[in-house]
T-cell receptor
């Protein structure tokens, strides 16, 4: 049981290049999220999804796009990378919170992106 | 979403009990209090969640007073491996869980 897997783990881009981060979860979770974390700061929500085929904006969505074509995968795209997007990106997933389920977030190990 | 306030950093020594307090004056009726732990170069990990009074698990205890405007995460007998950032989150996990917002957290440093 791998949990939440992010690829790639490291990437260096030049300004203006595009790339996609892939998040895969094998826990059959409905919800998936993309966060970014800058040095010494907490996590900020970029986009999230409440189910296959649905996405929504979080706190800092500008410059990013997402897609959830399959329940287990959540893709984060940067169409034209900027130095301000240098950060560590975390994907997370969770179940619908009900009964004894706390709605706990399960995180991946992170993807470190540097934009030159 | 209720805003939370917690200390930026704390220091402790091995074997001591550590209490981290979080203020959430605007907590709503359906909100729960959840704590996460994050080690360097890792994603956050769920520690504990509570609604009122006291909750205890194998890792920590969570104390919530009757007015629920604050909460305290208690780590018994910390070790060096407890050095991490601890985040306090407040929200309704049923209707607002997907809007979970992490603040800067409390950076706990445990010394030998």
């Amino acid at each position: 049981n791998a949990g939440v897997t992010q690829t790639p783990k490291f990437r260096v881009l030049k300004t203006g290049q595009s790339m996609t981060l892939l998040c895969a979860q094998d826990m059959n979770h409905e919800y998936m999220y993309w966060y970014r974390q800058d040095p010494g700061m907490g996590l900020r929500l970029i986009h999230y999804s409440v189910g296959e085929g649905t996405t929504a904006k979080g706190e800092v969505p500008d410059g990013y796009n997402v897609s959830r074509l399959k329940k287990q995968n959540f893709l984060l795209g940067l169409e034209s990378a900027a130095p301000s997007q240098t950060s560590v990106y975390f994907c997370a997933s969770s179940l619908w919170a009900s009964g004894d389920n706390t709605g706990e977030l399960f995180f991946g190990e992170g993807s470190r992106l540097t934009v030159l | 979403l209720a805003k939370t306030t917690q200390p930026i950093s704390m220091d402790s020594y091995e074997g001591q009990e550590v209490n981290i307090t979080c203020s959430h004056n605007n907590i709503a009726t359906n909100d729960y209090i959840t704590w996460y732990q994050q080690f360097p170069s890792q994603g956050p990990r769920f520690i504990i969640q509570g609604y009122k009074t006291k909750v205890t698990n194998e890792v920590a205890s969570l104390f919530i007073p009757a007015d629920r405007k604050s909460s305290t995460l208690s780590l018994p007998r910390v070790s060096l491996s407890d050095t991490a950032v601890y985040y306090c989150l407040v929200g309704d996990p049923v209707t607002g869980g997907f809007k979970t917002i992490f603040g800067a957290g409390t950076r706990l440093f445990v010394k030998a």
